[in-house]
């Protein structure tokens, strides 16, 4: 039997944010190993900002999560600043580093812009 306290934590770390157990009552039919199993897989996507080559955080991901996309949108420096100039495809670059990072010492610098990292969360 999971804890009340044990599904929240679970629940807040999956895809639905905790919004799977607001208003509904679990009555104990999942065994903990079960509910991991199927919160495992989540897609989540971090935007952080760009920067020079090496490494980058976002929060969340873990070392044995896989990496799905990395893409940099380049913004064009005119106004608005948010103007996107160009957008790469940078997946093949970036390695899962550590908890936490992502990294692509001796790739390509992202100063200019900013990543949308896409990652499937393979660690409950």
């Known amino acids: 039997m999971l804890s009340k306290a044990e599904l929240e934590s679970l629940t807040v ?3 639905l944010g905790g919004r799977m157990t607001r208003g509904f009552t679990m009555a104990g039919f999942l065994s903990k190993t079960e509910l991991e199993s199927l919160l495992a897989g989540a897609v989540r996507t971090a935007v952080i900002n760009g920067g020079a080559a090496g490494a980058h955080a976002v929060t969340g991901i873990e070392v044995g999560d896989e990496l799905i996309s990395v893409l940099h949108f380049a913004r064009d420096g005119g106004p608005p600043v948010d103007n996107i ?6 997946t093949s ?5 550590d908890a936490d990072e992502i ?3 001796g790739g390509t610098a992202t100063t200019d812009g900013y990543l949308v990292v896409t990652y499937s969360d393979l660690k409950p």
């Open 85 to 90: 100039a160009d957008l790469e495809d940078l």
């Open 93 to 97: 670059e970036f390695t899962i580093s």
């Open 13 to 15: 770390r999956s895809a």
């Open 103 to 105: 990294d692509n010492t």
